[in-house]
């Protein structure tokens, strides 16, 4: 029940894009992405909805494909501070976000 | 102003012992969740609260024990602890039972640690 994230892992030069993909098994009513820093707490990006919008805040943008039960973070042109950990949690039944094993993401100058 | 607050932020005890975290929202939200993170980051949902009535209960051992008081505040309450329980437990809360279009908002963590 669990998402899966990919990658494990990404190290990005500033300036660098990346994407980071999630998927599931069931359907889903909705997917959510959070970053979370060293020792800090999971901090909400944004929530996809049903519907395939894509949504964005600056340079952090998403998208839900809800046939293919996906969804993807794109970060472009990274800053130092976008490092973290990407999680996307999702919602496959009323009530709750299932969290994904998360994406490292690191930005060296 | 602190949204989601926990205390204690450290936490560490023997094994066999009984602790409590406490967590307070004053975001006005109806939901409230504890979550696990392990030592490899995973974040698992334990327990969830809508306005002082439980509403999930994952595969949690019965030696955790959840208690809403008030829809404010959601506390845990641990006994016999194991090395295994050892981990960063965040408090979240969201402003709908429901999580769609709801964002969690997570407080900064209690780092148990059980020697």
């Known amino acids: 029940q669990q998402p899966v994230q990919s990658p494990q892992a990404v190290i990005l030069r500033e300036g660098e894009d990346a994407v980071i993909n999630c998927s599931s098994s069931k359907a889903l009513y909705s997917v959510h992405w959070y970053r979370q820093k060293h020792g800090e707490a999971p901090v909400f990006l944004m929530i996809l909805l049903k519907g395939g919008e894509q949504k964005g805040h600056e340079k952090i943008s998403a998208s839900f494909n809800e046939k293919k039960q996906q969804s993807s973070l794109y970060l472009t042109a990274s800053q130092l501070s976008y490092s973290g950990t990407y999680f996307c949690g999702t919602e496959t039944s009323y009530d709750k976000v299932i969290f994904g094993p998360g994406t490292s993401l690191s930005v060296i100058p | 102003d602190t949204a989601v607050s926990q205390t204690p932020k450290y936490l560490v005890t023997q094994m066999g012992n009984d602790k409590s975290i406490k967590c307070e929202q004053n975001?006005?939200?109806?939901?409230m969740y504890w979550y696990k993170q392990d030592s490899k980051k995973f974040l698992k949902i334990m327990f969830s609260y809508n306005n002082k009535e439980l509403i999930i209960n994952e595969t949690v051992p019965n030696r955790f024990s959840p208690k809403s008081p008030d829809k404010a505040h959601l506390n845990l309450h641990i006994n016999s602890l194991e090395l295994g329980d050892s981990a960063v437990y965040f408090c979240a809360s969201s402003q709908d039972r429901g999580v769609y279009n709801s964002p969690l908002h997570f407080g900064n963590g209690t780092r148990l640690t059980v020697t």
């Open positions: 975001l006005g939200h109806d939901t």
